[in-house]
């Protein structure tokens, strides 16, 4: 059969029926896997692994042991060999299980599945393992596995595996920190993690995610300024009063999220004291200081800012979304500027539109040319107000 194979040997270990003898027996037929493994058949690695298996309960525990920690790191023990050891008790699986062999992703699955938390402990702690293994270790639930794993930045989680260890960190305060902190953690799961996490926790996914202010503040509105209703058409029927709208940085923000930028921009130009026009004109720069000096102004948190900015230019390039560098200049400038500045800012435009809008009302009013009575008089276009030089 091979090469340092005694068939006598076998011969005459197979007669003794003990549980030394079938030791024996199990020794010989595991070397002969270890080292002609490579040459065999598929098929013939598939019977040798089950005879092993139905000598394995027969055969002395420190004999397997032995076995185990001599082949637990061998590049040449077949996976079908280390398998067999792989399913035995923990006290002899646990080299075969740690150490860094030819155990395929599939066999690490099928042992955590079949042995659970015992097995499933010490491959945790394996180099370099699988988005699938990890998925079945998520499975087992146990906070003790799910630290190891996420306190690893290498290890890659999947969605299902970051919502199982999610049920597990309900009660467990330092399993909430390492998921708030893992790069996978989807927004939708960071969302429903607000609802039941940590203060602590809550206030890192709101810093981190952006979440409008109704979420990161337990729905507490920040304004409570109302806004006055608009007065009806004189040709318009009756109708029940309309309530009044609470202008808060939540309203602001759900608008946008609705695709309502009109709403958005009349809430604005109420907080801000800004004409309409300048209002649209200003929401159409790309670079976000007029936006970040409007908030500054009349006092948005970062978070909100950063939301609004997010919301806005979404909505305008109609695009999935916004480059990271283009948000990073967009916060850096609102850090960078303070209130009072924003506030100076704002009462400029405001009385440069006000002054803008003065003449544009004298050029209406203006008898126009009687060569050119015919013709309409273009309405003249609102010109954005300059910033001063910094």
């Known amino acids: 059969m091979s090469e340092g194979f005694d ?3 076998l011969a005459l270990v197979a007669r003794d029926k003990s549980p030394d003898g079938r030791s024996k027996m199990f020794a010989l037929l595991a070397r002969l896997f270890w080292r002609r493994g490579a040459i065999m058949k598929p098929k013939e690695k598939v019977m040798l692994a089950e ?3 139905l ?12 076995l185990a920690y001599e082949m637990a790191g061998s590049t040449l023990a077949e996976p079908d060999l280390l398998k067999v050891f792989a399913e035995d008790e923990i006290e002899i699986a646990s080299p075969v299980l740690f150490a860094n062999n ?3 992703p599939s066999d690490l699955i099928a042992v955590i599945d079949a042995r659970g938390l015992s097995h499933g402990a010490v491959i945790a702690k394996r180099n370099g393992l699988g988005i699938a293994v990890i998925d079945a270790l998520a499975r087992l639930e146990d906070p003790e596995i799910l630290r190891h794993l996420l306190e690893d930045p290498e290890a890659p989680f999947s969605i299902p595996a970051l919502s199982s260890a999610a049920l597990v960190a309900m009660t467990d305060v330092g399993l909430q920190k390492l998921i708030a902190e893992r790069r996978e953690l989807p927004e939708s799961l960071a969302e429903d993690m607000m609802t039941w996490a940590d203060p602590e926790v809550c206030e ?3 810093g981190r995610f952006l979440f409008d202010a109704m979420v990161a503040s337990a729905q507490q509105p920040l304004y409570g300024q109302k806004a006055t209703a608009l007065p009806e058409e004189a040709a318009a029927p009756a109708a029940a009063e309309p309530a009044d709208i609470e202008l808060t940085p939540s309203s602001m923000i759900s608008a946008l999220r609705s695709g309502n930028l009109a709403l958005f921009q009349a809430q604005v130009a109420h907080l801000a004291n800004l004409r309409m026009g300048l209002v649209r004109k ?5 670079g976000g200081d007029s936006i970040a000096f409007i908030a500054r102004a009349i006092g948005l948190r970062r978070d909100e800012f950063a939301q609004i900015y997010l919301q806005v230019r979404k909505l305008r390039t109609k695009s999935g979304g916004v480059g990271a560098a283009d948000l990073g200049q967009a916060l850096d400038f609102f850090d960078r500027t303070e209130p009072a500045q924003a506030s100076a800012i704002i009462s400029r435009w405001r009385r440069e539109s006000a002054r803008d809008a003065l003449t544009e009302s004298e050029d209406v009013a203006a008898p126009a040319p009687p060569a050119e009575a015919s013709e309409p008089v273009p309405e003249p276009e609102e010109t954005l107000p300059t910033e001063p030089a910094a």
């Open 282 to 286: 200003l929401m159409n720069e790309n």
């Open 7 to 9: 068939l006598k040997e």
């Open 51 to 53: 005879i092993l298996r």
């Open 204 to 206: 890192s996914l709101n």
């Open 102 to 104: 030819r155990l395929e």
């Open 55 to 66: 000598l394995r309960p027969k055969t002395l525990p420190q004999a397997r042991m032995e």
